[in-house]
C-alpha cells in the first residue's frame, strides 16, 4: 500500500537553529514529491517540490530537500529557523500513473520555533 | 486574485441532518478534490474530479457525494452525517492532474453532534 511517514511528530527549536524533518515513503512506482507547510489557521501552502532532475531542490522562505531514491526518503531541511516557522510540515506523493492528482500525505510534523 | 473559496468557514450540526459545503477555484484549473484533515493522519482524499462531469472516489469516500456540473465548482455534500464525520476538510485543485501544484482552500471546520 502506498504510503508515506514523517519520523518526527513534534519538533521544538529554538531560533537560529538547524532543522532536519524525515520523511520516508512506500510506493512501488515513480512518484512526485512535496513538501506542504499550514502556519496556524491558514490554508497549506507549497513549500518545494520535486519532480525530476537534481534531486537537491531548493523552495521558498530558505527551505530545502533532498531526495534519495535509494532510501525512499525526501528530508526537509532549514539551516537556522525563525520564529515565524512555526507551523505543521506535510511531506507528500503523488503517483506517475492511476489518479495522478492524489497527495498522499504524511502524519505531519508539528514545528514550534521559541524565540 | 487566483485562489480557492470554500463556504462555510466553519460548521456545527446534528446527526443526519444533509449539508453542503461548497469550493469554487478561479484559476480554470482541470482536477479538483476534497481531503479531510484528521489529528494524526494528514490529510487523505475522499473524493476527485478530472474535469467537468468526470468524478471518482478518494481514499475515504463512504458517506459523502460530489458533483462537478461546472468547471469552477465542486460541492462536497453530506447526506446524513455522522459524528465520525467530524473533521477538518480541504478542497484543493490543480490544473492538470500529474506534476502540478495543488493549491489548497481555507478549510472547513465541521463538527458533526
Known amino acids: 500500500a502506498q504510503s508515506v511517514s514523517q519520523h518526527n511528530h513534534h519538533v521544538i527549536l529554538s531560533e537560529a537553529a538547524s532543522l532536519e524533518l524525515g520523511c520516508n515513503y512506500s510506493?512501488?512506482?515513480?512518484?512526485?514529491l512535496f513538501w506542504y507547510v499550514q502556519y496556524p489557521g491558514q490554508h497549506l501552502q507549497l513549500l518545494l517540490k520535486?519532480?525530476?532532475?537534481?534531486?537537491l531542490v531548493k523552495g521558498i522562505k530558505g527551505f530545502e530537500a533532498e531526495f534519495i531514491k535509494s532510501k525512499f526518503s525526501f528530508n526537509l531541511r532549514k539551516p537556522s529557523v525563525q520564529w515565524s516557522d512555526t507551523a505543521e510540515y506535510f511531506c507528500?506523493?503523488?503517483?506517475?500513473?492511476?489518479?495522478?492528482?492524489?497527495?498522499?500525505f504524511g502524519q505531519g510534523t508539528t514545528l514550534q520555533v521559541k524565540p | 486574485e487566483a485562489q480557492v473559496t470554500q463556504n462555510p468557514r466553519y460548521l456545527i450540526t446534528v446527526t443526519g441532518k444533509k449539508l453542503t459545503v461548497t469550493c469554487s477555484q478561479n484559476?480554470?484549473?482541470?482536477?479538483m478534490s476534497w481531503y479531510r484533515q484528521d489529528p494524526g493522519l494528514g490529510l487523505r482524499q475522499i473524493y476527485y474530479s478530472m474535469n467537468v462531469e468526470v468524478t471518482d472516489k478518494g481514499d475515504v469516500p463512504e458517506g459523502y457525494k460530489v458533483s462537478r456540473k461546472e468547471k469552477r465548482n465542486f460541492p462536497l455534500i453530506l447526506e446524513s452525517p455522522s459524528p465520525n464525520q467530524t473533521s477538518l476538510y480541504f478542497c484543493a485543485s490543480s490544473l492538470r492532474p500529474g506534476p502540478y501544484e495543488q493549491y489548497f482552500g481555507p478549510g472547513t471546520r465541521l463538527t458533526v453532534t
Open positions: 520535486y519532480f525530476s532532475g537534481d534531486p
Open positions: 484559476m480554470n484549473h482541470e482536477y
Open positions: 510506493y512501488g512506482g515513480t512518484v512526485n
Open positions: 507528500a506523493v503523488s503517483p506517475l500513473s492511476g489518479n495522478t492528482g492524489k497527495l498522499i
